[in-house]
């Protein structure tokens, strides 16, 4: 009894382990910064997103930066962009989430682009995080969307998987909408 309960449990461990590869650390293959978009957006969480953000600013992939910042923000730099409204030749707006989610951070997004005739988003968050971020943008807005994955830490991964996983159960049965 006790070796099958233990093989059950490795069995689900493995199998866990498989999705968090396809969903966490290798999500969907319509990932990347197209050449030109409306936006770029970076959504609040791990600092390692603002530079990945400000390189597709450099590369004057959108004439907006949308910086999702909570209050008082944790990155100075951002905080900095913000009080300034440019970067490069990019245009900065900042705003913060209510509710403070993802969720919070994607209707915003879609009022904010509905409001300034945007069609295209590119969207920056961390890489373990796209899966969910892609759910939710698609279901608050119609636009086209591109995905950009930023680093993590390494050793925040397994918390990082554990945490996405519970969420996404969350979003594919309780809030199934925008």
């Keep these: 009894m006790l070796r099958r309960l233990l ?9 866990w382990l498989a999705a ?22 970076m959504l609040s969480g791990d600092h390692r997103r603002l530079p990945s953000a400000l390189a597709l600013a450099r590369r ?5 930066l949308v910086l999702s910042v909570s209050r008082p923000t944790p990155w100075p730099r951002a905080e900095s962009l913000c ?3 440019r970067y490069a030749s990019v245009r900065v707006l900042c705003f913060q989430a209510h509710p403070y989610s993802t969720r919070g951070e994607a209707r915003h997004m879609a009022g904010l682009a509905r409001a300034h005739g ?4 590119v969207v920056v968050s961390s890489t373990y995080h ?4 892609r759910i939710l ?3 608050c807005w119609d ?3 591109s995905f950009v994955g930023a680093g993590s830490d390494w050793r925040t991964l397994p918390y990082d998987w554990a945490s996405e996983t519970a969420k996404l159960l969350v979003q594919e049965t309780v809030e199934r909408g925008c």
């Design 60 to 64: 004057a992939v959108a004439p907006v």
């Design 143 to 145: 636009g086209k969307l």
């Design 7 to 15: 093989t059950l449990v490795a069995v689900l461990v493995a199998a």
């Design 118 to 121: 945007w069609r295209s988003l």
């Design 130 to 133: 796209l899966t969910r971020a």
């Design 83 to 85: 009080r300034k409204g």
């Design 137 to 139: 943008f698609r279901r």
């Design 20 to 41: 968090c590869w396809f969903l966490f650390v290798r999500p969907a293959a319509d990932t990347g910064a197209p050449a030109h978009a409306d936006a770029i957006v």
